[in-house]
């Protein structure tokens, strides 16, 4: 399994973060550009995919630099037949995040984890304090997963 790193330029309210996933490509970009997409098929900017697809369970992170609060995290779901391979919302994902101890918690959802095209799949959680939340991603079989946006508020 690679695992890619990248540190995102970009901040959300304030949230500094670095970006790790599993199974990606050289990069991992396209996840909280600001971006707003118009459908799931729309790639008019950067987009976020996993690559390989022998691993069943896949994962993409986001790392602050000092801890947060989260209570809501919202994707969109990429949906795109592409020459070396397809990329489709998937079966199933889920939310973790790290305590300060450094155990992993699956976050106490207050909503369904949606896998909708061409909208925003919003979650809501308990509120959790936290210097990294993971989202878990199992694609659908014979297809990756991608997504357009992640955003964690």
Do not use: C
């Not at 630099?65 to 949906?79: C, D, G, M």
């Amino acid at each position: 399994m690679r695992i890619r790193r990248l540190t995102s330029s970009r901040t959300g309210g304030g949230k500094e973060r670095e970006v790790t996933a599993s199974s990606s490509l050289e990069w991992v970009w396209g996840l909280n550009t600001g971006f707003d997409p118009k459908s799931s098929a729309d790639i008019d900017k950067n987009y976020f995919y996993f690559w390989e697809s022998e691993h069943p369970e896949k994962w993409v992170q986001y790392d602050f630099k000092a801890p947060v609060t989260l209570s809501e995290s919202k994707v969109y779901w990429l949906n795109l037949d592409h020459y070396d391979g397809n990329y489709r919302s998937p079966e199933y994902w889920s939310l973790m995040v790290k305590d300060s101890r450094g155990n992993w918690a699956d976050v106490v959802k207050t909503d369904p984890y949606g896998v909708a095209l061409d909208k925003y799949n919003t979650v809501t959680f308990q509120p959790a304090k936290t210097s990294v939340v993971r989202m878990k991603v199992k694609p659908q079989k014979g297809n990756s997963a991608g997504m357009l946006a992640w955003r964690v508020n």
